[in-house]
């Protein structure tokens, strides 16, 4: 139960953060589903934040519009993998969990693209496809390796502070 309830929490803060962002034009910079994922699996686990990270796109698309079709499709498992990767590689330091979930994310990202893309009747070369998914998340990936850190860090001392244990 206590996973629902987490998965709930960061949810909804994604869906804030994302509306507020796209509110100042920032959505594309800061990248906020990716964020709230990659935080929701660094500090909640892999379950969490893999389920935050693929119903975060869609759950957002339908109540804020942002990301639109069909680019949630593509996102959905891009923002799982970031989730689920900084879950399941939890013992590791956080700036090396946080690279290998940005590599990974990205290459799910561009391998979705061109699953879903061919269904859908969507063309682009594929080094191309991944060239642009990293060099247009360039700013977002350098706030995301600032960010990400100081948060979980964060949490990670309020939760000991609280309760004495990790959380996750």
């Keep these: 139960m206590r996973k629902v309830v987490y998965t709930a929490m960061w949810i909804a803060v994604g869906i804030a953060l994302a509306y507020i962002f796209h509110l100042l034009n ?3 910079i800061f990248l906020p589903l990716h964020l709230v994922a990659m935080l929701a699996g660094a500090s909640s686990g892999a379950v969490v934040g893999g389920l935050t990270g693929a119903l975060l796109p869609l759950l957002s698309s339908l109540t804020t519009g942002m990301p639109p079709f069909p680019m949630f499709l593509f996102m959905m498992p891009e923002v799982f993998c970031y989730g689920f990767l900084l879950g399941i ?3 590791w330091n956080i700036f090396l969990r946080l690279a290998i979930a940005i590599v990974a994310g990205r290459a ?8 879903i893309g061919a269904l859908l009747n969507i063309k682009l070369q594929p080094l191309s496809a991944i060239l642009l998914s990293f060099t247009t998340g ?7 390796f600032v960010l990400v850190p100081l948060v979980y860090k964060r949490l990670q001392s309020v939760l000991m502070e609280k309760g004495g244990e990790e959380h996750g």
Excluded at 108 to 115: F, Q
Excluded at 138 to 144: C, R, T, V
């Design 26 to 28: 920032a959505g594309r």
């Design 138 to 144: 360039i700013p977002g990936i350098a706030i995301q």
């Design 108 to 115: 799910v990202y561009s391998l979705a693209y061109y699953t």
């Design 89 to 91: 590689l939890k013992r």
